[in-house]
């Protein structure tokens, strides 16, 4: 039973592909994870994400009071023992975590190709690829050494796509399954073809290349498609900022397949995030409430 949130909790369709966009919680990869992994002892999953520190730093703002309750247990530190985490910084180290992945053949014997690198040897298939915050790669804001050119929309697609193909030769039987988080997808534009800013040394004019969404194109890759947002049914109470922050946040998830049209089979999950000390903590944590 997938699930982006701790048990108990609403569980996700049946799926193969996932495509997360909005401000998801930062936790929702890791319990997408441990869902997965509790369903199979050898069950397996990798995490890609662009920054180890902004990763971290998110984890550690939000605060999972279910993560800081349970991630002593026993039975948790096995799941999350299979949990594979790698941080390609910029596109092109992506492409080459993607390119070592590697896992032994049945027939091998143990004698594995001489370029195998121990950090990208898998003992087994993984039964869940997880990219986070692929969007980064295209902000310029990010430091990356990415070139104007290569920030465009088929840039783009060509990433995630890279991806697809990479798993699914991981192994001979059905693919792993693929989620792609990105808080900033359901805003994210791009322009489809690079138009350079100089001709023949000469300054060109203030033209830029429109922009095109990128969500509505990149959705249709993708079996599930899940919008994070704030529960746009709720009315904040007329009692002041105090009192609305006793309340917590209204949440709301929209879940629809991703390559069909229509609002058919639009699926809503409502909750709020709580924000409290507990009497053995020092800081805030976060808490689930189901609406």
Do not use: C
Not at 189 to 214: A, D, N, T
Request: a negative charge; proline letters at 10%.
């Amino acid at each position: 039973m997938l699930s982006l949130f701790p048990q108990p909790a609403p569980a996700l369709p049946n799926l193969s592909t996932l495509l997360i966009a909005g401000p998801y919680h930062p936790s929702a990869p890791i319990h997408l994870a441990l869902t997965l992994n509790s369903e199979n002892s050898k069950a397996r999953t990798i995490i890609l994400s662009p920054s180890r520190s902004v990763f971290k730093e998110d984890l550690l703002r939000f605060n999972d009071s279910w993560l800081n309750s349970h991630s002593g247990d026993g039975k948790i530190s096995e799941l999350t023992s299979n949990i594979v985490l790698f941080y390609p910084p910029t596109p092109v180290h992506l492409s080459l975590v993607l390119s070592m992945l590697h896992v032994p053949s049945p027939d091998s014997d143990g004698n594995e190709p001489t370029w195998s690198d121990p950090r990208t040897m898998q003992i087994s298939a993984p039964s869940l690829v997880v990219l986070l915050e692929p969007s980064r790669y295209f902000l310029s804001s990010t430091g990356s050494p990415m070139s104007s050119s290569a920030r465009t929309l088929p840039s783009y697609l060509s990433l995630v796509n890279r991806v697809f193909v990479s798993i699914s030769n991981l192994t001979s039987d059905s693919p792993p399954k693929f989620a792609l988080f990105d808080s900033q997808l359901h805003n994210f534009k791009l322009p489809v073809v690079y138009e350079p800013s100089r001709l023949f040394g000469e300054e060109m004019s203030s033209h830029q290349p429109p922009q095109m969404p990128v969500l509505p194109v990149v959705e249709k890759l993708f079996q599930w498609v899940g919008i994070f947002e704030d529960d746009p049914s709720y009315i904040p109470s007329s009692q002041g900022d105090e009192v609305a922050a006793d309340e917590g946040a209204r949440k709301q998830l929209r879940l629809y397949p991703g390559s069909q049209d229509g609002d058919n089979d639009v699926q809503l999950y409502h909750w709020t995030e709580i924000r409290r000390r507990a009497s053995s903590r020092e800081s805030e944590e976060t808490y689930f409430r189901w609406n």
